[in-house]
């Protein structure tokens, strides 16, 4: 079944914003942080931003510091990237991850993560 789901990709211009969101559908330990990834055409898939879902404390790759911002609903497990001054190399597929047993070390190891959106896409015009 299907545990992640994301939306809000979309086209936008450079310099422009776009907002995700995604929902976890299954239940959760109180250890639990959910987070982004992104893969762009020819690229490996990289980390982009986690956030601990009880604590608030948030880890971001230095590519997007400063421009992307992620934030939580505890309450619904839904976490939304914001993201701003979008530029054309911030065009992929974003993926969304959960894990029940990140820690600081792995945080940004997509094998810390055990479940994982369908992807949406992201596409930034110059």
């Known amino acids: 079944q299907v545990q992640l789901v994301e939306s809000g990709g979309g086209l936008v211009q450079a310099g422009g914003s776009l907002r995700l969101s995604c929902t976890l559908s299954r239940p959760t330990f109180s250890n639990y942080a959910m987070g982004w990834f992104r893969q762009a055409p020819g690229k490996e898939r990289g980390f982009v931003t986690t956030i601990r879902m009880s604590f608030g404390n948030a880890y971001y790759a230095d590519s997007v510091k400063g421009r992307f911002t992620i934030s939580r609903d505890s309450a619904k497990n839904t976490v939304y990237l914001h993201m701003n001054s979008l530029r054309p190399d911030d065009t992929a597929v974003y993926y969304c991850?959960?894990?029940?047993?990140?820690?600081?070390?792995?945080?940004?190891?997509?094998?810390?993560?055990?479940?994982w959106g369908e992807g949406t896409q992201v596409t930034v015009s110059s």
């Open positions: 991850a959960a894990s029940d047993r990140i820690t600081p070390s792995t945080v940004s190891s997509g094998d810390g993560y055990d479940d």
